[in-house]
Antibody
Framework: QITLKESGPTLVKPTQTLTLTCTVSGSSVSNSGVGVGWIRQPPGKALEWLALIYWDDDKRYNPSLKRRLTITKDTSKNQVVLRMTNMDPVDTATYYC????????????WGQGTLVTVSS | DIVMTQSPLSLPVTPGESASISCRSSQSLLHSNGYNYLGWYLQKPGQSPHLLIFLASKRASGVPDRFSGSGSGTDFTLKISRVEAEDVGVYYCMQTLQTPGYTFGQGTKLEIK
């Protein structure tokens, strides 16, 4: 059974940098065909894909947010970290990490999500 | 960016009846390998999304056969036969052909009449 759990601050101030960690169990982030992505959802709104890192350390970013995002992985801890700079109140959202399944070209397992509020 | 447009945005359904959700993409999602890079996800109230359908028509593990996906190119449909109360939530389509730049549809809220 694959599980993912997000961790990080629940409240950040405008202009600060958000750092979120996704801890993966039941699957190795270095296994061929595996990736971990981040998706966010503002309250009452739709899902928005942010970034994805593959087993071979290849990385993909949402073009509209690319300048603010950095995704990395720590294979020794089986974790993936997302950094988002210059946070703004419009970035208030639930942030999900999800397990990417290359064969199915889809996110087959999702974390429970973590609500991040941006406010001074 | 590939724009994904779902319809309807709200879908009231009587239990036992069938329901269909449309998802249209602004560009073809047909890969050269013959697969359409389109997935369907369901987000039940208060929960994380979960995968229903991948590659346009393949059911994910554990998904009841009441759920089926069809379509190719730019037009896709999720059909739910014999809707049950547990099917309520928001359904999203997502394209993964254009990398980077994966995009979701706006979501369709299914509710029970």
């Amino acid at each position: 059974q694959i599980t993912l759990k997000e961790s990080g601050p629940t409240l950040v101030k405008p202009t600060q940098t958000l750092t979120l960690t996704c801890t993966v169990s039941g699957s190795s982030v270095s296994n061929s065909g595996v990736g971990v992505g981040w998706i966010r959802q503002p309250p009452g709104k739709a899902l928005e894909w942010l970034a994805l890192i593959y087993w071979d350390d290849d990385k993909r970013y949402n073009p509209s947010l690319k300048r603010r995002l950095t995704i990395t992985k720590d294979t020794s801890k089986n974790q993936v970290v997302l950094r988002m700079t210059n946070m703004d109140p419009v970035d208030t959202a639930t942030y999900y990490c999800a397990h990417w399944w290359t064969f199915g070209e889809s996110f087959d397992y999702w974390g429970q999500g973590t609500l991040v509020t941006v406010s001074s | 960016d590939i724009v994904m447009t779902q319809s309807p945005l709200s879908l009231p359904v009587t239990p036992g009846e069938s329901a269909s959700i449309s998802c249209r993409s602004s560009q073809s999602l047909l890969h050269s390998n013959g697969y359409n890079y389109l997935g369907w996800y369901l987000q039940k109230p208060g929960q994380s999304p979960h995968l229903l359908i991948f590659l346009a028509s393949k059911r994910a593990s554990g998904v009841p056969d009441r759920f089926s996906g069809s379509g190719s190119g730019t037009d896709f449909t999720l059909k739910i036969s014999r809707v049950e109360a547990e099917d309520v939530g928001v359904y999203y389509c997502m394209q993964t052909l254009q990398t980077p730049g994966y995009t979701f549809g706006q979501g369709t809220k299914l509710e029970i009449k």
